[in-house]
């Protein structure tokens, strides 16, 4: 977890971000680990000279949640603290707060924790990149499922009436944050039944996988009608894409979660 942040963030060359390392006395893995922005820039950013150590400082690109207040008020803490979290830690699961941008009390909906804990796992199983293709391709389902076309009235409801339980003011959009926290436990459960497809490159087209039975428990996981209303099902579509380019789909540069700063490589 990051400290507390400023609204400035430098971006270092490959020769700074080597120096950073044996001024720290630290390796460059451990690093990047601490400091994930340090993985987001190209190592060799065209606006720095090549052969020089040099870093930039922007304006940040990776947006922060003030930290639960229940959690800094109880180590004597009063002023609000920023931290990048990764998505498995953005709710405090003792407070039961949604940490970015401002706390929001998630208490009244026990499936955001349940959530949680299967992201935690799906990292544990699948490392951070797993987990992350996982909610990204999960969030494209459920943006369909959204639209009209495809449009799943279970759901839509199930999301509305939690947004009226949490206090959430309606959505404009599918990537808006409040949206973001309202279909969560969803992106969770499809998340956990896609992520062993991206260390397994066979797992859509492995013998006996069968597309149909794959969708059918799927729905069933989210308690919707095994049969898809529309013949339009996003789960089969997706898996076809996979099917067909999954070098696209497996490509790592578009796994940034903008809103959590999930870090895209580790
Ligand atoms: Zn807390």
Not at 24 to 41: G, K
Not at 102 to 121: F, G, K
Not at 153 to 167: I, Y
Request: aromatic fraction near 6%.
């Amino acid at each position: 977890m990051g400290a507390t942040l400023l609204t400035k963030e430098a971006v270092l060359n490959g020769l700074a971000v080597e120096r950073l390392a044996i001024m720290s006395s630290l390796s460059e893995e451990r690093l990047r680990r601490s400091l994930p922005a340090l993985s987001w820039s190209h190592p060799y950013p065209p606006y720095l000279p090549a052969n020089i150590p040099s870093v930039y400082m922007s304006a940040a690109k990776a947006p922060s949640g003030v930290i639960c207040r229940g959690c800094t008020t109880r180590r004597g803490i009063t002023a609000d603290v920023r931290a990048h979290l990764a998505l498995p830690d953005i709710v405090c699961l003792q407070h039961r707060v949604w940490q970015s941008p401002a706390p929001c009390d998630v208490s009244a909906a026990p499936e955001i924790d349940r959530a949680q804990h299967t992201l935690r796992r799906i990292r544990r199983l699948h490392g951070n990149r797993g987990m992350s293709l996982g909610v990204r391709d999960a969030r494209w389902i459920i943006a369909a499922w959204t639209s009209n076309v495809c449009r799943e009235s279970e759901l839509t409801d199930r999301w509305h009436s939690r947004r009226a339980v949490l206090g959430l003011v309606p959505w404009h959009r599918s990537d808006d944050l409040s949206a973001r926290i309202v279909t969560h436990p969803e992106v969770a459960i499809l998340a956990a039944a896609l992520a062993p497809n991206y260390t397994d490159p066979t797992y859509f087209t492995r013998t006996g996988f069968q597309l149909r039975r794959f969708s059918a428990y799927l729905r069933a996981s989210l308690d919707l009608n095994p049969i898809p209303h529309s013949m339009n099902d996003p789960i089969r579509a997706f898996v076809r894409i996979v099917q067909s380019n999954r070098a696209r789909w497996r490509d790592p540069k578009s796994v940034m979660i903008t809103e959590t700063a999930t870090p895209r490589c580790t």
